[in-house]
Every structure is written in structure tokens, then in C-alpha cells.
């Protein structure tokens, strides 16, 4: 029969015994007394899980610490419409400055074509010289990352200044962040928050979140909380999340009034409609 011996007493007890006949110890049970290869198993698969969650853990903080380094991220792109790309080039091909911007921007993405910045750049061109504000912007972009060009700066503020004088708010915002670099002109703050202020009117979201933080910071601008909640707020709901953390921060040093004056500003914004070129 097989057997085993109390801790107490030291008695020989049976393996049936659950109290030790001689001492009237309680003897535990085999099977709670000495892990299971199931239990086992599952400890192993509860060690590996928790070692799979926390490497998930870190790998979502390397993330986000990375996406935080990139600065304020830009509203989700919109989606992409399928075009037909030869009617579009029948178009631009006949003369119509707003095809000759799309199958340059089909070039540019690679929609429907083989990719070259260098016919993106033609196309562009083409409208461009047309007055099409989009193309100007478009041209001066690749004109300042030198895509499909020589990368020339001063070519790049050219092309958005004319987009920004017809009131194509990117363009203005490209054009404010040139004159706030001192990049392709001359660094003239005034001139920046002229064109921040223009295209942020219109509902430019990253427009409005550089005019929040100027407000915040006090830079350039008289620094005011309550506007900056305002420009910060519109931001947020257009998608920067940026403006969503700032905002934050900011409403911490704030009274409830002015939470209150910053929110009631935001709801009674209506974006502008761009002023006509001048002749």
C-alpha cells in the first residue's frame, strides 16, 4: 500500500488518509498538495501572455513617444477618389486648367500613372501659369522639397503667394511658414501671423492651431488665453490632436470664465469665404 509521512508526528499515513490516525494532523491531498501537469501548463501560458502584454505595452509608448516627436499631426487625409485618369489627361491636354492640376497631382501620387514629380511639375506649371491657386500651391511645394525641380526656395514663396493671393488658404499656410522660417524670404513674423490669420479664418485647421499657440505663448501677439482656447478648440475638431493636449494644458491656468469666453468664441466661429483676387 502505498504511503507517506506526517509533518507532525512523523507516522507512516496512508495516501487514502486525509488526518493522521496517529496525531490527528490534517493531511492535504495529493492533488492539492502537488501541481497538476494542467496547472503547470497553464502557469507557463499565464508567464507567456503576461510577457506578450507587456511588450505590447511598450511597443504602444514607442509609438506614441514617436508620433508626439512629429508635432502636431495634420487632419486624416480624405479619401482618395478613383479618376479616370485619360479623361482627365483629354482635358488638360485640350487647355483646362483645373484637369492640368489633377493629372499633375496624379503624377505627383502615382494615381493611375507611373509616379514622376517631373510631369507632376509640368502639369502644375501649365495651370499654374492659368492662375489655378491649387496648382500654384502645389508647384511651389515641389519647388520647395526640390521634387521634379531644382529645390529653389525663393521659386517656392513665389508660387505660394499667388495661391495666397487668391485666397487659397494652404497656400497661405505655406506662405505664413516660409516668412516665420525665414525661408525662400525674409523672416517677418507679422507677415506670418497675416497668413496664418487668413487661411485659420477660412477653417485651415493647422492654420488655426499656429495662431492658438501664438496666442498661447505670446509671440508675435498680445498673449491671450481666451483666443488661444478659441483657435486650439477649432483646431481640436478639425482633427489636430496636438491642439487637443494643448488645450489641456492651457485651460489648467484659466478661470472657469475664461474657459467659458474661449469655448463660447469656438461655437460662434463661421469660417470665411476667401476674398477675391485683386485685379
Known amino acids: ?6 509533518a507532525e508526528c512523523g507516522a507512516s499515513v496512508s495516501v487514502e488518509d486525509l488526518q493522521c490516525p496517529g496525531c490527528g494532523a490534517s493531511i492535504p491531498s495529493i492533488d492539492s498538495a502537488l501541481p497538476t501537469r494542467a496547472s503547470s501548463s497553464l502557469g507557463k501560458k499565464a508567464l507567456r501572455i503576461v510577457g506578450i502584454t507587456s511588450l505590447i505595452v511598450l511597443a ?15 487632419p486624416p487625409p480624405a479619401v482618395v477618389k478613383v479618376v479616370d485618369v485619360e479623361a482627365v489627361k483629354a482635358k488638360a491636354e ?15 501620387n502615382g494615381q493611375g500613372v507611373k509616379p514622376s514629380y517631373a510631369q507632376a511639375a509640368q502639369w502644375y506649371r501649365k ?13 511651389g511645394e515641389l519647388y520647395e522639397a526640390g521634387q521634379g525641380v531644382k529645390r529653389n526656395e525663393t521659386e ?14 494652404p497656400g497661405q499656410f505655406s506662405l505664413a511658414v ?15 501671423l497675416k497668413w496664418y490669420r487668413q487661411a485659420a479664418e477660412q477653417g485651415h485647421a493647422l492654420s488655426q492651431y499656429n ?21 486650439l478648440s477649432l483646431a481640436a475638431t478639425r482633427g489636430v490632436q496636438s491642439a487637443t493636449e494643448v488645450r489641456e494644458a492651457l485651460q489648467q491656468g484659466m ?17 470665411k469665404k476667401p476674398a477675391p483676387p485683386a485685379q
Open 1 to 6: 500500500m502505498n504511503s507517506r509521512t506526517c
Open 60 to 74: 504602444g509608448i514607442a509609438v506614441a513617444v514617436w508620433l508626439q516627436s512629429r508635432g502636431p499631426s495634420a
Open 94 to 108: 485640350a487647355g483646362d486648367a483645373e484637369a492640368q492640376r489633377a493629372l499633375g497631382e496624379c503624377y505627383s
Open 127 to 139: 495651370a499654374a501659369d492659368q492662375g489655378n491657386a491649387g496648382a500654384q500651391a502645389a508647384l
Open 156 to 169: 517656392a514663396a513665389k508660387w505660394y503667394r499667388q495661391a495666397a493671393e487668391q485666397g487659397y488658404a
Open 178 to 192: 516660409l516668412y516665420l522660417m525665414g525661408t525662400g524670404v525674409r523672416q517677418d513674423i507679422a507677415e506670418a
Open 211 to 231: 495662431l492658438g499657440m501664438r496666442y498661447k505663448d505670446g509671440k508675435g501677439v498680445t498673449q491671450d488665453p481666451v483666443e488661444a482656447y478659441k483657435w
Open 255 to 271: 478661470t472657469r470664465e475664461q474657459i467659458k469666453e474661449g469655448q463660447s468664441r469656438a461655437a460662434a466661429f463661421a469660417p
